[in-house]
């Protein structure tokens, strides 16, 4: 157990594969908000022991109730991979993670490398990118590509706060991840997007040709 009244860092698992946006809405739309701008540690810990009240008069508990501060990337599935309303980009978008008291942000921030399609493939363009800096092209491939099909997208949040416990936060979170059989059905709608509507745009100039055209994002 954690001491009350002491802050820590707690790094989460890391996950290669991406969260169902409706579970992680659900989680977020249930995240324990204090009312108050500046956090009392003592409110958090009698929170922690008691529960808290959610908007209803619904008294509840949750595994973020400790949480002052967290940050990070996450990689989030598309809802519609085409027609109207469709939000394919979240499969090549890192989303920032940004969380401090009662403001909470999730916003597109780039791309993930492993999302590079150039004509000589996103390992030559990464090269020409860090040709001063090979130590840091070295740790990016060691350290951010975690999967070799899904390249360097994937959850990457820290947690700090006083009285959290490692495993409620990352049970919380590993719900909010695509099942085994979601996943597969991911890997399905994937290839049909990559091989219809890539297919037709990759037939035109491509944004790679110019240089400074995307931005891409480099995980800390």
Known sequence: MWQSFCCITLPCTTAA????????????????VPVKNTLDVQVLSDAKESGYTLGDGVKDDSPF??????????????????????????HDTAMYWSHAGKHFSLNANGKWWGSLKTYDGWESYMKKLFKDNEGEYERILKEDFVSEEFGDRRQELVFIGTGIEKDEITKALDECLLTDEELETYRQKLKNYQDTVLSAQNAG????????????????
């Open 17 to 32: 594969r991406p969260f169902s946006s409706h579970r992680l809405l659900v989680l977020l739309n249930t995240w324990p």
């Open 65 to 90: 109730v400790g949480v002052l501060r967290s940050k990070g990337f996450c990689w989030i599935g598309p809802t519609k991979w085409s027609g109207a309303n469709e939000d394919a980009y979240r």
């Open 205 to 220: 100039p491509s944004l790679f040709d110019v240089e400074g055209g995307v931005e891409h994002t480099e995980v800390q």
